[in-house]
């Protein structure tokens, strides 16, 4: 894809991975609007994007993915702002696996990344005036290899896989020309990462913090820049549709099938 002119549309991009998406596809030409549940942050990183690419290359939507009528309002106003909509990006996602906090968890990843691919997908819809493009669904190497200390994420990881599988597939996503992959990244050095690293007790279930040591050490940790690199090469390749894209520090990265044939 030409990104050039596009307009994309990232959740959760007002810091970490989803900061560093909004900043590639600026740099390459796109309108971007960061939709993000933090409101301090959100304007401050659209503030200093406006700064650096221009007032009217990107805008700020508080939404919380949970929210149905926060997400179609952040779609809407993109639509509005910008005149369409061609790449999703669903890359809000936490982390808790506490008793007061896994079902959250379930409900950001999971139904957060379903509500973004559903808009998505109706927004794209040529049948609706779209004129296809892609989703980019973010899962996690936590997602397709078991992670001992977090089971709740790791489940939310492996569901948006699959859910992704079955949507590319999809005669909706078929006729509309639209693009569906997921990114696996293993461990980046995101906000939600660092809390893990410095031995934040609520992200892991019955781990010590040599035992976390020992495991990010292990997998090695990625750079925002290293994977928005990966994250553009993926979008501007049109040739890659139906893929997960895998990525780890120590491993390097590996696209695999996502899908197969559709009956």
């Known amino acids: 894809m030409k990104v050039e002119?596009?307009?994309?549309?990232i959740t959760g991009g007002a810091s970490g991975m989803g900061k560093g998406f909004t900043e590639s596809l600026l740099k390459a030409g796109a309108k971007v609007s960061v939709v993000d549940y933090n409101a301090e942050s959100g304007n401050a990183?659209?503030?200093?994007?406006k700064t650096k690419y221009g007032e009217d290359k990107v805008i700020f939507c508080q939404c919380n993915v949970t929210s149905q009528s926060d997400f179609e309002a952040a779609f809407k106003r993109?639509?509005?702002?910008?005149?369409?909509?061609?790449?999703?990006?669903?890359?809000?996602?936490?982390?808790?696996?506490?008793?007061?906090?896994?079902?959250?968890?379930?409900?950001?990843?999971?139904?957060?990344?379903l509500r973004g691919t559903r808009l998505g997908?109706?927004?794209?819809?040529?049948?609706?005036?779209?004129?296809?493009?892609?989703?980019?669904?973010?899962?996690?190497?936590?997602?397709?290899?078991?992670?001992?200390?977090?089971?709740?994420y790791g489940c939310t990881k492996a569901g948006i896989i699959h859910a992704t599988r079955c949507y590319a597939i999809s005669p909706a996503a078929v006729q509309s020309n639209i693009?569906?992959?997921?990114?696996?990244?293993?461990?980046?050095?995101?906000?939600?990462?660092?809390?893990?690293?410095?031995?934040?007790?609520?992200?892991?279930?019955?781990?010590s913090p040599e035992q976390i040591t020992a495991f990010i050490q292990h997998i090695g940790v990625l750079t925002i820049e290293e994977v928005s690199n990966i994250f553009m090469e993926m979008v501007e390749d049109d040739t890659k549709t139906g893929l997960i894209?895998?990525?780890?520090?120590?491993?390097?990265?590996k696209y695999g099938t996502l899908v197969l044939q559709a009956p």
Do not use: H
């Open 5 to 9: 002119g596009k307009v994309a549309l």
């Open 45 to 49: 990183t659209t503030e200093e994007l």
């Open 78 to 113: 993109t639509k509005d702002t910008f005149g369409g909509i061609d790449i999703v990006v669903n890359n809000a996602g936490i982390g808790g696996e506490t008793d007061d906090m896994w079902e959250k968890v379930v409900d950001v990843n999971v139904k957060g990344t």
């Open 121 to 152: 997908m109706n927004y794209l819809s040529k049948d609706n005036g779209g004129n296809g493009g892609l989703i980019v669904n973010m899962s996690s190497a936590g997602g397709l290899n078991p992670n001992p200390f977090s089971p709740t």
């Open 179 to 207: 693009r569906l992959m997921v990114m696996c990244p293993a461990f980046v050095d995101t906000p939600l990462f660092k809390n893990l690293a410095a031995g934040d007790s609520t992200q892991t279930i019955g781990a």
């Open 245 to 253: 894209l895998t990525c780890a520090k120590n491993t390097g990265t």
